[in-house]
């Protein structure tokens, strides 16, 4: 008789506890699931935050600098001209330095316009040497039509056409090869920016997703303190 009334007396105590502690572990799990969905929520906000700034943040244009120097040099008809666009290419030379420390993402693509505009300043040198050499020439030209030397002067108008003929053409090539390595350095970097964003999706995969933690938290929070004996059930079987 005395072990059944401890039985009844234990089998109450514990369904007392599990009827008072179900409300909270409902709770808890409820408190769990509201954990989760404010976290995916704020994800999700995050993203679209950034997407939005990201499709409304002008992309840089860095190879337009090197185009529009050639463009310039090849327009230079006089030595202020080609002085011009040297000056042109020098102080875009300063500003993609400066711009290549504020974006470090493109300081690949940066840096090849940089090389290419440095280029071009050496190319005005060159330009101004030949137009002065072209110069001279010219003026012997007067000189032997003064001398009436003119099959001699017609020579040299000849040799001095062919002269500028292949020097534009030069100045042409410069351009192409201007726009060839501006598509050839938007090409790498869309790639580049591919592997990065690759990257960054393999580091979040491999990192516990926010579901995954709740659940766990959710799991440690649902765990019972003491499941083999509830609060206050002990009995005294010695009486």
């Given amino acids: 008789m005395g072990s059944m009334q401890v039985n009844g007396a234990a089998t109450a105590s514990g369904a007392s506890w599990q009827a008072r502690t179900a409300p909270q572990e409902k709770e808890k799990e409820n408190a769990s699931q509201d954990l989760w969905e404010m976290m995916k929520d704020a994800k999700e906000k995050a993203d679209a935050t950034r997407e939005k700034f990201n499709s409304a943040k002008p992309k ?26 040297a000056g042109f290419a020098r102080r875009q030379i300063a500003r993609l330095k400066a711009a290549k420390q504020t974006d470090p993402d493109n300081a ?61 053409l030069r100045e042409s090539g410069y351009l192409r090869e201007a726009e060839v390595d501006n598509r050839m350095q938007a090409h790498i970097a869309a790639v580049d920016m591919e592997l990065r964003e690759q990257a960054r999706k393999l580091g979040a995969s491999i990192q516990p997703s926010m579901e995954a933690v709740a659940q766990q938290y959710a799991a440690g929070a649902a765990a019972p303190a003491s499941p083999e004996v509830p609060p206050g059930g002990e009995i005294d079987v010695q009486a």
Avoid: C, F, H
Avoid at 61 to 69: F, M, V
């Fill in 108 to 168: 690949k693509r940066i840096q090849a316009a940089i090389n290419q505009l440095q280029k071009a300043v050496q190319r005005a040198g060159k330009k101004n040497r030949e137009l002065d050499r072209e110069k001279i020439e010219q003026n012997r030209q007067k000189k032997l039509i003064q001398e009436k030397k003119s099959r001699e002067a017609r020579r040299q108008k000849q040799e001095l056409l062919r002269k500028q003929a292949m020097r534009r």
């Fill in 60 to 85: 840089p244009r860095y190879g337009d600098a090197p185009l529009e120097a050639y463009a310039r040099l090849a327009r230079a008809k006089r030595p202020s001209e080609v002085n011009a666009a």
